[in-house]
């Protein structure tokens, strides 16, 4: 509403988006397209672990972000966990740094707003 290009995407659609983009020789055109977007919200790291393209990929495309454009990263998981996800601690380390250098990090504990709704739902189809 106030001009700016924002993409909102999970990481693993994110991620395949990606992977098709390089099997269809489009990559670099994905590339500059995803380097325009003023902020990049990329949801759900963490519950889908991917290889090492997918890892590489992601890894490279928020790199280009990092220091110049804004990006959102959701995630359930610590910084120790992420070795999980990306299967590369060198990789992991790097993309940790790129990500957390002059960034705000939000620590959000709390119930799920899922299950309240789902609990206030179910108490109204009573």
């Not at 988006?17 to 790291?45: C, G, M």
């Not at 672990?49 to 995630?75: H, M, Q």
């Not at 966990?81 to 960034?103: G, N, Q």
Request: charged letters at 25%; a neutral charge.
């Amino acid at each position: 509403m106030e001009g700016y290009k924002v993409l909102f995407t999970t990481v693993p659609l994110l991620i395949n988006q990606l992977k098709e983009s390089r099997s269809a020789k489009t990559l670099r055109a994905y590339e500059n397209k995803f380097e325009k977007y003023d902020l990049v919200i990329a949801d759900e790291l963490g519950y889908i672990s991917f290889d090492k393209e997918g890892s590489e990929l992601l890894f490279t495309n928020l790199s280009l972000r990092a220091g110049r454009k804004s990006t959102i990263i959701t995630t359930n998981l610590s910084f120790e966990r992420w070795d999980e996800i990306f299967m590369d601690p060198v990789m992991t380390a790097a993309m940790i740094d790129r990500l957390t250098h002059k960034s705000y990090m939000i620590n959000m504990n709390g119930n799920s707003y899922r299950l309240k709704e789902t609990q206030d739902w179910l108490k109204n189809q009573i």
